[in-house]
């Protein structure tokens, strides 16, 4: 398949997600090759927004890493 058809990864944007306000869909500028948000002022790459989601994830789900203690008392019913 051809480059010219590659499309973008549509993403909404991580630091409206992060606070849990209205969120919009980024818009990628091609000429700078950054993804925006016309809500808010962040601007970030493709990197730069996955490592945001993926930091996010981390902190906000640590908890459901741990196994909850009624698992440990009934023996992982």
Excluded at 12 to 28: K, W
Excluded at 29 to 50: A, Q
């Amino acid at each position: 398949m051809s480059d010219h058809n590659k499309t973008i990864k549509p993403f909404v944007c991580p630091a409206c997600f992060a606070r849990e306000i209205d969120v919009l869909q980024m818009r990628y500028d091609k000429r700078n090759e950054e993804y925006y948000c016309t809500k808010c002022t962040y601007v970030g790459t493709l990197e730069s927004v996955e490592k945001f989601f993926a930091d996010f994830k981390e902190q906000k789900y640590k908890d459901l890493r741990v196994p909850h203690e009624w698992d440990t008392i009934n023996g992982g019913v």
